[in-house]
C-alpha cells in the first residue's frame, strides 16, 4: 500500500490515486477530520459534491463541510441549524438593546434642552 | 406468506424516491409526507439516505423531526450555496452582530456621557458566552470582503417554525 494515502483513503482502505479528489484536503496526519465529515454525509456524496465545485474553492467547501459535520456530531438534533438559531436571538436582543439605548439617548437630550431652554428664559 | 411484510397503504417520500417498499416501521415515514418528494429529495442529495436513518436512529423519537427540520434546512442552504453552506450564514450572522455590538457601545458610552459618567462599557462585558460564539467561524473576514451578502438569502426560513 501507498504509505502517502491520504486520510479517506486510508480510512475507506483503499489505493490513493495520484488524482484522488480527496487528497488535497485531507492529509493524513488528520484522520478525524474526513472521519467526522464521512460519518454525516458519506464519502461519496463528498466527492460529488467537491467534483460539481470548481478548484479553487473546493478547500473552502471542505472546511465548511468538517464544521457542519462536527457540529452534527456534537448536536445531532440540531447541527449548525442551532448556532444560527441562537445567534439570530442574540442579534434581536442586542436591537432591543440598542433602541433601547436610543429611546434614552433621546429622553436625555430633550432633558438637557429643556433645562439649557430654561436657563435662558 | 412466509416473510411476507404487510403492504403499507401509501409509500412515504423517501421509500417511493428510494423505489422500495414502506414498511409500517419505516423510520422515515412520520416525517417525509409522500405529498412533499422535494424536501426528502434533497436531503438525500446532501447527506445520504442511509446516513439520515443512522442520525435519526441515534436521537430520541420526540426529537425526530426537529432532526429532520435542520437537516432539510441545511441540505437547502448546502444546494443554494455548495461552497459554504450554512457557514456563510453564520458568517452573515457574526458580522451583523460585531456591527450591532459596535453600534450598542457607542450608544452606551453616549448615554454615559449625558449622565456624567465616563467609563466606557462593553456589550460583551454582559454576556460572556456570546464573546465565545463570535470566534465561531473563521469565515467572518469573508463576509467582511464582500458587503453585499444579504441576510435574507439565509434566514427566510427561519421565521417559520420550529425556528421561531
Redesign the interface.
Given at each position: 500500500m501507498n504509505p502517502k494515502r491520504c486520510a479517506a483513503c486510508k480510512y475507506l482502505r483503499r489505493r490513493c490515486p495520484k488524482d484522488c479528489v480527496f487528497s488535497p484536503y485531507f492529509p493524513p496526519n488528520d484522520p478525524q477530520k474526513f472521519a467526522c465529515v464521512h460519518r454525516i454525509y458519506g464519502a461519496g456524496n463528498v466527492s460529488k459534491m467537491l467534483q460539481q465545485l470548481p478548484d479553487q474553492t473546493r478547500a473552502e467547501a471542505v472546511e465548511s463541510l468538517c464544521f457542519e459535520a462536527k457540529c452534527r456530531v456534537d448536536d445531532p438534533v440540531y447541527g449548525c441549524v442551532g448556532i444560527i438559531h441562537l445567534l439570530k436571538t442574540q442579534i434581536q436582543k442586542t436591537q432591543n438593546e440598542l433602541a433601547k439605548t436610543q429611546a434614552e439617548i433621546a429622553v436625555s437630550q430633550t432633558k438637557l434642552s429643556q433645562t439649557q431652554n430654561s436657563d435662558f428664559m | 406468506m412466509r416473510g411476507h411484510e404487510p403492504r403499507s397503504s401509501s409509500s412515504c417520500a423517501a421509500c417511493k424516491l428510494l423505489k422500495r417498499r414502506c414498511t409500517p416501521t419505516c423510520i422515515f415515514a412520520p416525517y417525509f409526507r409522500s405529498s412533499d418528494l422535494i424536501t426528502f429529495a434533497k436531503v438525500h442529495?446532501?447527506?445520504?439516505a442511509?446516513?439520515v436513518s443512522k442520525?435519526l436512529g441515534?436521537?430520541p423519537e420526540e426529537?425526530r423531526q426537529?432532526?429532520v427540520n435542520?437537516?432539510a434546512?441545511?441540505a437547502e442552504v448546502?444546494l443554494k450555496d455548495?461552497?459554504?453552506?450554512?457557514?456563510?450564514?453564520?458568517a452573515s450572522?457574526?458580522k451583523?452582530?460585531l456591527e450591532?455590538?459596535h453600534?450598542?457601545a457607542v450608544?452606551?458610552t453616549?448615554?454615559l456621557a449625558?449622565?456624567g459618567v465616563t467609563n466606557q462599557v462593553s456589550?460583551l462585558d454582559d454576556?460572556p458566552e456570546?464573546a465565545a460564539?463570535l470566534d465561531?467561524?473563521p469565515?467572518s473576514d469573508l463576509m467582511l470582503l464582500d458587503g453585499s451578502t444579504s441576510l435574507d438569502a439565509?434566514?427566510y426560513d427561519?421565521g417559520q417554525p420550529p425556528?421561531v
Open positions: - | 442529495k446532501v447527506f445520504g442511509s446516513n442520525l441515534e436521537v426529537q426537529e432532526t435542520s437537516l434546512y441545511e448546502r455548495p461552497v459554504y453552506g450554512c457557514i456563510g450564514a453564520i450572522l457574526q451583523k452582530m450591532l455590538q453600534d450598542l450608544a452606551r453616549r448615554l449625558h449622565s456589550p454576556s456570546l460564539f465561531l467561524v469565515y439565509y434566514l427561519l425556528f
